[in-house]
C-alpha cells in the first residue's frame, strides 16, 4: 500500500544514515511504502529494520511492508529543541503504536491533534520525496 506523500517545504536538519542495508528502507519509503524487517525463525517484526533479529539473534530476516497506520499512544510538543532542530521549534512528536504491533517514535505534521485523539486509529505515516517520515494528521471522518 502506498502512503501518501507529504513535502515539508524545508531541508532535513539530521539526513538519514543510508547504509546498503539500510538503502532499501529508505528507497521504500521515499516511493511511499513504510517497511521494516521479519524474522524468518520467530515471526517478529522489528522496526527500525535490522541484519538480525533482536528477539533470537537469528539472521534470517525478510524485508515486510506495514500497512501504515496505527494509534496515537502519546504526543508532547517540543519548545526547547536541541541545536539542529531550534528553528523549528515548536513541532510536535508523538509515539505510534503500529497496527503490526511496532511503536514507533514519529514526528508529526499537518495542524493541530485534537486532544481526544490519542488511541484512536487516525494516524498514518506519510513521507516526502527526500524520504522523511512522518505521520500526518487525518480527519476525525478517517478515524475507525
Ligand atoms: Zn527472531
Known amino acids: 500500500m502506498k502512503l ?22 529508505w ?3 521515499a ?7 521479519l524474522c524468518r525463525e520467530c515471526g517478529k ?9 533482536p528477539h533470537c539473534w537469528s539472521a534470517e530476516v525478510i524485508w515486510a511492508e506495514l500497512v501504515g497506520r496505527g494509534r496515537l499512544y502519546s504526543q508532547t510538543v517540543v519548545h526547547a529543541a536541541p541545536g539542529l ?7 510536535r512528536l508523538g509515539i505510534v503504536d503500529l497496527e503490526e504491533g511496532l511503536r514507533i517514535a514519529v514526528r508529526m505534521i499537518g495542524g493541530e491533534t485534537p486532544p481526544n485523539s490519542t488511541g484512536r486509529w487516525n494516524w498514518w505515516p506519510c513521507v516526502t ?4 517520515s512522518m505521520p500526518r ?5 478517517d478515524a475507525i
Open 85 to 91: 532542530f531550534a528553528a523549528e521549534a515548536p513541532y
Open 4 to 25: 501518501p506523500i507529504v513535502e515539508v517545504g524545508r531541508p532535513r536538519p539530521y539526513p538519514p544514515r543510508v547504509s546498503a542495508f539500510t538503502k532499501r528502507f
Open 129 to 132: 520525496p527526500t524520504g522523511r
Open 137 to 141: 494528521d487525518r480527519s476525525a471522518a
Open 45 to 53: 517484526l522489528t522496526f527500525p529494520p535490522k541484519p538480525f533479529c
Open 31 to 37: 516511493d511511499g511504502r513504510l517497511t521494516t524487517t
Open 27 to 29: 528507497d521504500s519509503l
